[in-house]
């Protein structure tokens, strides 16, 4: 990294990000955020109180996606000891704040929202009704599927993920004041983080969404869900650096970074339909009532459109429109394949969790409390990383 910190001096230092307009921007979000899901909670939309407690699952997801996605980039860069990520490093470092709105959502879905969300929670364990939701009645699946297990061990694993991002993150500040590279010291930590997060992702998402109906399955559903996450944090990397680029960052962000960061997008995206062909095709020729239940549920009463919908946005528009190099440099080409990228994602949550609710009837994400309590989330992120970047600088000293 000392070579990339010689480089960086020859160029004027951008500073604190203040962005006052876009402040206040988050703002409003949040407030709509907040008044779409008080509107749900009180029956303002049809549907019933449901529809808060999903469109917040559902919007949880947006810091989710930033922040694992960012701190996985973070960690394997610090492992490989890769040094073209030093200009974008503190960019990534701000977008793992997102970690306090995981928790206080994960908090309220714990306390009140899990019992409308999920009917193994809803229904006493150890009980008869209990034990009705379940194909064999007192296996594994029964005994682990309960409230006290969902909240402590879901609770332990966002407890350590804001250990492990502190000490990812504070060893890179500590590195600014303190000078010197500390690259032996940051990569324990980083692999603790991947080889933590791999299990701890895998059984969160089992317990937020797999789990909307107890008797599906899939083993495939962690990397599933990962896919989506990193495509996210992807296409908000993009859009970050585009927007700065314009500004502040200019002449520190040079344009091979943004094709790197763009190459990122066309494999990534590749690997994300992959994954989601493999998942439908393992259960489609398997064809056993178990698995097949929740794709029909899917595929009809508009869903199936919708799952045609995202997966052409996650897949072949970012690979065409970024299949030549120079459209991989372009803002206006970024800009429109990451806005699209992330519309795609926001209809695979919205595809996962609404049908669990709303299975005869179409329910779209792009209006209602899912849209605002989503723009809510949105803004709260933004708000979060603006705060670190005003008190921690873009670039890495």
Request: aromatic share 16%; net charge positive.
């Amino acid at each position: 990294m000392s070579s990339h910190d010689a480089q960086l001096t020859t160029v004027p230092n951008p500073g604190l990000l203040q962005a006052p307009r876009l402040r206040m921007a988050c703002w409003l979000l949040v407030a709509i955020g907040l008044a779409g899901f008080f509107a749900a909670l009180t029956g303002v939309f049809h549907g019933g109180t449901y529809r808060a407690w999903s469109s917040l699952l559902q919007g949880m997801m947006i810091p989710a996606s930033i922040t694992f996605g960012a701190l996985f980039f973070i960690a394997v860069h610090w492992i490989v000891g890769a040094v073209w990520i030093v200009p974008l490093r503190r960019l990534m470092e701000g977008l793992t704040t997102g970690l306090p709105l995981i928790a206080v959502a994960f908090l309220l879905i714990v306390i009140a929202g899990g019992r409308e969300l999920y009917p193994w929670i809803a229904l006493q364990a150890g009980t008869p009704e209990h034990s009705s939701l379940f194909h064999i009645k007192g296996g594994t699946k029964e005994q682990y599927m309960n409230w006290t297990r969902f909240a402590i061990m879901n609770g332990v694993f966002i407890g350590v993920w804001f250990l492990l991002r502190d000490r990812l993150v504070g060893g890179s500040l500590r590195q600014d004041r303190e000078g010197g590279v500390l690259i032996k010291e940051q990569t324990p930590w980083s692999i603790a983080w991947l080889i933590f997060f791999g299990l701890s992702m895998t059984f969160f998402v089992w317990d937020l969404l797999l789990s909307l109906h107890v008797n599906w399955f899939s083993t495939m559903w962690g990397v599933y869900v990962f896919t989506s996450m990193v495509q996210i944090f992807l296409a908000v990397m993009l859009l970050l650096i585009v927007w700065l680029r314009r500004g502040p960052m200019k002449d520190l962000v040079p344009k091979h970074i943004l094709h790197d960061i763009s190459t990122w997008m066309v494999g990534w995206s590749c690997f994300c339909i992959y994954i989601l062909f493999s998942q439908y095709m393992l259960i489609y020729y398997a064809n056993m009532d178990e698995g097949t239940f929740y794709f029909v549920s899917r595929t009809q009463n508009g869903y199936g459109l919708q799952l045609w919908v995202e997966a052409i946005l996650r897949w072949p528009v970012p690979f065409l429109l970024l299949m030549s190099q120079s459209r991989r440099t372009c803002p206006i080409t970024i800009t429109l394949v990451s806005v699209l990228v992330l519309a795609g994602n926001w209809l695979t949550f919205s595809w996962i969790i609404i049908p669990a609710f709303s299975p005869n009837v179409y329910q779209t994400a792009f209006w209602g409390p899912e849209l605002m309590v989503g723009a809510g989330f949105v803004g709260a992120t933004i708000l979060l990383a603006l705060n670190f970047w005003r008190k921690h600088g873009l670039v890495a000293k």
